[in-house]
């Protein structure tokens, strides 16, 4: 199974239920009839654990969002670029074995395949300065 890939379709469901307002159970269920990849890649149960784990956490996640951003405004993020950092800053804060440049690498990549180019530096710049912060959730 592909972590990469797994992250990536935790990230579309996470802006899938901020675009469409939908239930965690409502985004999985919406996910399943409209996914056209081979599933067999797709690591479902850590799909669902981050989901999951962003979706219970969000306020206290949108609020390190926030006290981290220099002249910004959590309104002018788009959905895609705060769908990536909800998932990133919470694999960072939740995974200590892992080196958090692990994760902001892994959250470049897919900014870079999903959101424009200058949302690249913007998300690295947020979350390596929330990687190097004493942040908990």
């Known amino acids: ?3 990469r890939l797994s992250r990536e379709e935790a990230v579309k469901l996470l802006y899938q239920m901020s675009i469409n307002k939908y239930t965690f159970d409502e985004a999985i269920e919406n996910y399943f009839e ?3 990849g081979n599933i067999e890649e797709i690591d479902m149960e850590y799909v669902k654990s981050l ?7 969000i306020n206290k996640i949108d609020s390190i ?3 981290h951003l220099i002249n ?3 309104n002018r993020i788009s ?3 705060l769908a990536i950092l909800r998932c990133s800053i919470y694999e960072i804060l939740t995974d200590r074995e892992t080196a958090p440049a692990v994760y902001i690498n892994e959250a470049i990549e897919i900014a870079k ?3 424009e180019e200058k949302s690249v530096a913007f ?4 979350l390596d300065r929330i990687a190097n912060s004493d942040c908990e959730i």
Do not use: L, P, T
């Open 1 to 3: 199974m592909n972590r």
């Open 34 to 36: 409209q996914y056209e």
């Open 51 to 57: 989901v999951e784990g962003v979706s219970s956490n």
């Open 65 to 67: 969002i926030e006290g």
């Open 72 to 74: 910004w405004k959590m």
């Open 79 to 81: 959905k895609i670029n």
């Open 113 to 115: 395949k999903y959101s």
């Open 123 to 126: 998300i690295n710049g947020v």
